[in-house]
């Protein structure tokens, strides 16, 4: 899934490990969400949203945007 996560935390000038702590999980993790190797929990995006106060899909993209039904 694609995401917003590096940007937001550069426009803080937050580390990974800044952004870690505040979200309490690894900096490991936080490096796998941003590369897309892996999707945050349902609990974990609604954090992150609220951390960033931006709506949850403003931050991720679940790259089915657009697509038409039919």
Known sequence: MKNRLKVL????DWSQAV??????VSRQA???IE???YDPSLPL?????RL???P????????FTGATNG
């Open 52 to 54: 960033f106060n931006q």
């Open 9 to 12: 935390r550069a426009e803080r």
């Open 35 to 37: 590369t897309g190797k």
């Open 56 to 63: 949850i899909e403003e931050i991720f993209d679940d790259e």
């Open 30 to 32: 936080v490096n796998a």
């Open 45 to 49: 995006a609604f954090k992150i949203s």
């Open 19 to 24: 952004l870690a702590e505040q979200l309490d």
